[in-house]
């Protein structure tokens, strides 16, 4: 039954209830009509006994004419005599045609067909032997009247005698032969009475049975609508009461256990559909469950293109990775900005303190640089300008720095990577190193680094400096920007301790240049008192001498 639909269901019960209506209609039809086929039998019937009544009416009647004609001597009542047998025998000629027409109109039946010979019989009787012997009675009786007349000279006569004597055997034949037709029609009757009485049975029967049939029918249909009801009420009403609470239970925002049905194909798919869309809920509710707890790795399936939830949490769980996504890259950044806010301080502190001195500057930066970015080693060249026909990178700084390549430590402008990014004054960032470009030293030996960072150190365009940093690790793009941001700040403060090493130099120098004119300055005013102490003695010896040469004079 499960594999039936409602429709299917449906269209079974009220097929079966149907035919079953059918049949016993048709079988009250069929009852109906023989009892009214039988009815109208016995009423034909009864038509029938009523004409055989009124042929043995109408021929007792004219039996007894001969018996009032026997005493009759009036010419006028012999004639009405005659008139009344022949309304008799005219009566009963037509109620014995209308008998022979109602028992030959009903075919192949045996016993209206003897029942026919019978009243045939007894109709040639009374019309061959009878009628014709009444005639001739009344005639006779006409002229035996006639001969009474002329009594008494005719009482002796011979036609008196001759005609009494007639009169009277033909009076015996007629009562002979009236015996033989009533026998005859009394003998019809009882056939007509007899098969009344079957046809009645009969149609008592039929009505018996038209009840009993009617009875079984009123029971086999409430049999029948119980079995109907029961097998809907399995089938479906029930199944339907029990989706219904499962609707409900589901309408109510719960989500039921999954129900099975005894039921109808389409009670089933509709269950079966309802099983999935709470199993698609479910789906839905952990999904969600998960990705209210941030598990975006849950995978989620949605019923089809036409899954209106399942889509809708799909496009939130692309928005929520999208924003965890977005809120990650924030807190990267964040987290970034406040490594390199806290980087850019750190260094601003150790530039502050060590403005003084290059060389303990860089030693520090690059110290520092080389922890802060969890590499391995770490260089800091700076430019040296001071000869303008010799001007190349040194090596000023260095954190567990090996290189073999520069032992030297004086890279000339555009030679080999360091030349290069001082030269063209852009970042460098290499994953792929050279075996024999430069090694990294551990406690464990010595081995390639995977990164390598070289940063130049730019101060508008000019570049004062270059970092190089070696790692077994890889820089991401953040701490390549953080890097470079510190190596502004550096490169500004080294542009600063360079002028004020060189600014230190050239007070130190001029403080030289202020003592040695100091001291020339003592030297020449030591000179210009010599001088003038010497004028003095020359201005008195030449005022002694003119004193002189004007006493001598005198």
Known sequence: MKKLTLHVILFISFTVFFLTVLFFSVSELVYIYNYTKTDAEIQSIFTQEKLIEELNFVFETDVNLTQILMITEKKTE?????????????????????????????????????LLRIIEDASKLYNKEIDPLILSLIKQKEKLTEIQNDFPKSINSKDFNILYANIHEESNQINETSEIVSDNLITAKNIIKKKASVLSEQKNNLLRNAELSLLIFVIIVFILLALIYAYISKYIFQPTAKIQNFVDILAAGALPEEEHF????????????????????????????????????????????????????????????KSKTEEDKRKTEETQRQKTNEGLTMFAEILRRHSDNLQELADKVISALVNFTGANQGALFFLNDENSENIFYELIGAYAYNRKKYLSKEIKPGEGLIGAVALEKYTVYMT?????????????????????????????????GVIELASFNKFNKEEIKTVEKIAESIAGSLSSAKINMQTTKLNAQFRERVELLQQTEKELEKSLSEI?????????????????QNILET
């Not at 005659?82 to 109602?102: M, V, Y």
């Not at 075996?435 to 004062?464: F, H, M, Q, R, W």
């Not at 010497?534 to 004193?547: C, D, G, S, V």
């Open 78 to 114: 012999l004639n009405n005599l005659q008139k009344k047998h022949q309304e008799n025998s005219t009566k009963f000629n037509k109620n014995k045609d209308r008998l022979r027409l109602l028992l030959s109109g009903v075919n192949a039946d045996p016993g209206n067909l003897k």
């Open 262 to 321: 005894i039921a109808g194909k389409d009670i089933i798919n509709i269950s079966s559909s309802l099983n999935k869309v709470v199993a698609n809920l479910k789906k839905a509710v952990i999904f969600s469950e998960e990705l209210g707890k941030g598990n975006f790795s849950s995978e989620f399936k949605p019923a089809g293109d036409k899954d209106s939830l399942g889509n809708t949490l799909l496009s939130l769980k692309e928005n929520l990775q």
């Open 432 to 464: 792929e190193v050279p075996e024999d470009y430069i090694e990294i030293e551990s406690g464990t030996g010595k081995a390639n680094p995977k990164s390598i960072l070289i940063v130049p150190l730019k101060i508008e365009d000019k570049v004062l």
């Open 532 to 548: 003038k102490n010497l004028t003095r003695k020359i201005t008195r010896l030449e005022r002694e001498n003119n004193r002189l």
